[in-house]
Nanobody, 115 residues
């Protein structure tokens, strides 16, 4: 069972930046594509960025050009650099394999964009 620990969230003003990190336990990190997801109360969790095993990336239209996903296979870590943050980016952010399937989730990290 892979354990996931997200960090790096916080309160930031509109237009600001944050970098999220996700550390995954176990020795299977390198075989999966990984994604960053976000969820706001009352809505379904959505996938916002994906990075494949070989480093190819895809983004939701809502974050394209502002967010950058990256991974460090040697450290079992995936990152999300978020620039030009907007109030609508406020959510709890999670990482997981992509697709996540029935895998368990970490506790997430709260990102709040507000002046």
């Amino acid at each position: 069972q892979v354990q996931l620990v997200e960090s790096g969230g916080g309160l930031v003003q509109p237009g600001g930046s944050l970098t999220l990190s996700c550390a995954a336990s176990g020795n299977i990190f390198g075989i999966y594509a990984w994604g960053w997801y976000r969820q706001v109360p009352g809505k379904q969790r959505e996938l916002v960025a994906v990075i494949s095993r070989d480093g190819g990336t895809n983004y939701a239209d809502s974050v394209k050009g502002r967010f950058t996903i990256s991974r460090d296979n040697s450290e079992n870590t995936v990152f999300l650099r978020m620039n030009s943050l907007k109030s609508e980016d406020t959510a709890v952010y999670y990482c997981n394999a992509a697709p996540a399937g029935s895998r368990s989730w970490g506790q997430g990290t709260q990102v709040t964009v507000s002046s």
